[in-house]
């Protein structure tokens, strides 16, 4: 038996000069980003309301240490929340969970612990 010898795969018969991307103007490149986005948001969107997840309770709740009671403190007695509502709101709700020891969201031990960084 004669066996034929194995020949190399043909290149494609054309090749593309320039890419697609390259073709487009700044601004339609700017449209097609702002339809990519557009259509990523109505996916998630769509995916979050299929969803059984709770996201109002995401993160879950803990009661503050010591730490981020006395970090609560200075935020109050620096002046640090005068500017901002929220990070007064925060302040107070970890000072008082860790009097009473009861459990706070974590956005607001996330505040204080973004403050105690920066010290």
Not at 54 to 80: C, D, F, H, R
Not at 90 to 95: I, L
Request: hydrophobic share 35%; with cysteine.
């Amino acid at each position: 038996m004669t066996y034929k010898p194995t020949t190399k795969p043909k290149p494609m018969p054309y090749f593309r000069k320039s890419s697609y991307k390259s073709t487009l103007t700044p601004e339609q490149r700017a449209v097609k980003a702002d339809a990519a986005f557009a259509k990523k948001v109505a996916k998630m969107e769509a995916n979050r309301t299929k969803s059984a997840f709770n996201y109002s309770t995401a993160g879950g709740s803990y009661i503050p240490t010591e730490e981020q009671y006395k970090a609560a403190s200075a935020m109050l007695w620096n002046g640090v929340c005068e500017a901002d509502a929220a990070k007064a709101t925060s302040a107070e709700m970890v000072q008082i969970a860790y009097v009473t020891k009861t459990k706070v969201h974590h956005d607001h031990i996330h505040i204080v612990n973004e403050y105690r960084r920066s010290l």
